[in-house]
């Protein structure tokens, strides 16, 4: 079993930056792809960013590329979102996922193992 508590959310003017922490309990964090999806009201859970077991490999939404970054840190079992240019429409609750499974996929079927989300409110 796999425990993920994320921290960092908040609210942010539009423009500005947060930096999510995702935190896993286990000794085996260092092999699991790791990803964050997000979900505003009234629309689908979404693929926001995902960066694979190794760290060589990240993987963004169109949305997202170029203002956000995805890192790990296997040492301290966190992987971080790195969150720049907030735009309204980034507001959301962010959640971390894991996967056990050796590739990277950007649907939340895939993943195995879910935080409780951080809210990301982004003001005009």
């Known amino acids: 079993q796999v425990q993920l508590v994320e921290s960092g959310g908040g609210l942010v003017q539009a423009g500005g930056s947060l930096r999510l922490s995702c935190a896993a309990s286990?000794?085996?964090?260092?092999?699991?792809?790791m990803c964050w999806f997000r979900q505003a009201p009234g629309k689908e859970r979404e693929f926001v960013a995902a960066?694979?077991?190794?760290?060589?490999?990240?993987y963004y939404a169109d949305s997202v590329k170029g203002r956000f970054t995805i890192s790990r840190d296997n040492a301290k079992n966190t992987v971080y979102l790195q969150m720049n240019s907030l735009k309204p429409e980034d507001t959301a609750v962010y959640y971390c996922?894991?996967?056990?499974?050796?590739?990277?996929?950007?649907?939340?079927?895939?993943?195995?193992?879910w935080g409780q989300g951080t809210q990301v409110t982004v003001s005009s």
């Open positions: 286990g000794r085996t964090f260092s092999s699991y792809n």
């Open positions: 960066r694979s077991w190794s760290g060589g490999s990240t």
């Open positions: 996922a894991a996967r056990t499974h050796s590739t990277v996929v950007a649907v939340s079927r895939g993943y195995d193992y």
